[in-house]
């Protein structure tokens, strides 16, 4: 897959099928929009292309403004090229482009930048200067502009409209089950294992620590059944993230254990998959009531991966840690 940054200066040897988007985290309804302009690119013999844009529109729009994300860069990219896109577009998101309305936008970038031919965007789609233009003028100026629009229902799950929206609702109240079921994939966080205060060996619940990455949407504090990839190796696990409130620390942490396996973790780049919650955030009165629960977790863990049909893609390239 060819990655552009800025329109291109040559476009595409077939005719463009374009679809628009930031593609923020992924999700089932972007892997339908995705799939529909790779599949008509197929049928007509022309070119699959995405464009998108950096940074996120909030971040110019809402300057100071703090936008968490679902996914990583290479993530994003590694998408794309599994649906078969033939080209990425990267347009830098600036002042200037927010401010075109919408028959600038379609002539600037659509027909002069691009030259596409047919355009997929979802039945909600807006575009231009303060939002101003919807899929009707879309349509409206895209037969001027010699190219055709296709509007794509939104992907229903469980009776509500798939969304990075809804995705981060259910992640930060800790249901990681049903983020899972939007995301068509368990949420992920990686980072580099770093020292911790040993107290899990202690206990007998050895922990590899990651610090969390400050751009990412976080699952709520508490215990989670999870995946963990470590060298190309799919590991169960189980990981709390939270402040340890039982032992009055400051710092929010992901800490996972990994079952039946005794590994040198320290400096080392992980991913955890949440699979499922176990149960929230909790402070004990001594330690010897949290190794309890401790121990009582780990089988509600172990019972959930058991029954867990479902193993996270792993690259074949090992990704750089974002921790």
């Known amino acids: 897959m060819k990655i552009t940054r800025g329109l291109p200066t040559v476009r595409p040897a077939s005719c463009p099928v374009l679809t628009i988007g930031n593609f923020d985290g992924q999700h089932l309804g972007h892997r339908a929009l995705v799939q529909a302009v790779v599949n008509c690119a197929r049928q007509v013999n022309g070119f699959p292309v995405v464009l998108s ?121 800790g249901d990681v089950g049903q983020g899972a079921q939007c995301l068509g994939r368990p949420y992920m966080l990686e980072g580099i294992v770093i020292p911790g205060e040993k107290r899990g060996k202690q206990f007998g619940w050895p922990t590899a620590n990651l610090r969390l990455p400050v751009h990412r949407v976080l699952p709520a504090d508490g215990v989670y059944a999870t995946l963990t990839v470590f060298k190309g190796e799919c590991l169960d696990s189980i990981a709390y993230i939270g402040t340890r409130p039982t032992f009055s620390e400051e710092e929010r942490l992901l800490e996972v254990h990994i079952f039946d396996k005794t590994l040198q973790l320290y400096g080392e780049d992980i991913s955890v998959h949440f699979i499922e919650s176990v149960r929230g955030d909790m402070v004990f009165a001594n330690p010897r009531d949290l190794v309890s629960q401790m121990d009582h977790d780990g089988q509600r863990a172990r019972e959930i991966l058991r029954n867990y049909s479902g193993r996270p893609r792993i690259p074949a390239v090992v990704q750089g840690g974002s921790g």
């Not at 896109?85 to 830098?92: A, D, Q, R, S």
């Not at 002069?112 to 909600?124: A, T």
């Not at 575009?127 to 509007?151: H, M, N, W, Y």
Request: net charge negative.
């Open 53 to 173: 844009f950096a940074p996120h529109p909030v971040e110019v729009l809402r300057p100071g403004s703090v936008h968490k994300f679902l996914s990583e860069d290479y993530e994003k990219i590694a998408f794309f090229e599994r649906l078969g896109v033939g080209e990425l577009v990267i347009l830098p998101f600036t002042m200037e482009l927010a401010s075109l309305g919408p028959d600038e936008f379609v002539q600037q970038v659509l027909r002069d930048g691009l030259g596409i031919r047919k355009l997929f965007v979802g039945e909600n789609f807006v575009f231009g200067r303060g939002r101003s233009g919807g899929v009707k003028d879309l349509i409206e100026l895209g037969a001027t502009a010699g190219f055709s629009v296709e509007p794509i229902a939104p992907l229903i799950v469980g009776q509500e409209v798939v969304s990075s929206t809804r995705i981060r609702k259910c992640l930060t109240a």
